[in-house]
């Protein structure tokens, strides 16, 4: 069984900041890509960002200069630092992660159950 439990969600002022994290546990050989994907009401769920293993990053240019992803492999934790945040980023955010369960094992995405981020004054 694998779980990703997220954190940091939460109300906050339109150019305020906040950050999310993710920790993956449970029984996992490896971890590939991790990542954060959100979804708006109405909308479709979209990439925020990702980070490989080896540290390499994506974003979208919505969200490029304002948010940083990183992973500490040690914790098997991801984190979303979200600065300058504006309204358009409200959304339940969703963490993501490709683990294998054993050497031979296939990845697998993983998701987290979401984590509601409300920007409004």
């Known amino acids: 069984q694998v779980q990703l439990v997220e954190s940091g969600g939460g109300l906050v002022q339109p150019g305020g900041s906040l950050r999310l994290s993710c920790a993956a546990s449970g029984s996992i050989f490896s971890i590939d890509a991790m990542g954060w994907y959100r979804q708006a009401p109405g909308k479709q769920r979209e990439l925020v960002a990702t980070v490989t293993s080896g540290g390499s990053t994506n974003y979208p240019d919505s969200v490029k200069g304002r948010f940083t992803v990183s992973r500490d492999n040690a914790k098997n934790t991801v984190y979303l630092q979200m600065n300058s945040l504006k309204p358009e980023d409200t959304a339940v955010y969703y963490c993501?992660?490709?683990?294998?369960?054993?050497?031979?094992?296939?990845?697998?995405?993983?998701w987290g159950q979401g984590t509601q981020v409300t920007v409004s004054s």
């Open positions: 993501n992660a490709g683990i294998r369960r054993g050497l031979l094992s296939a990845r697998h995405d993983y």
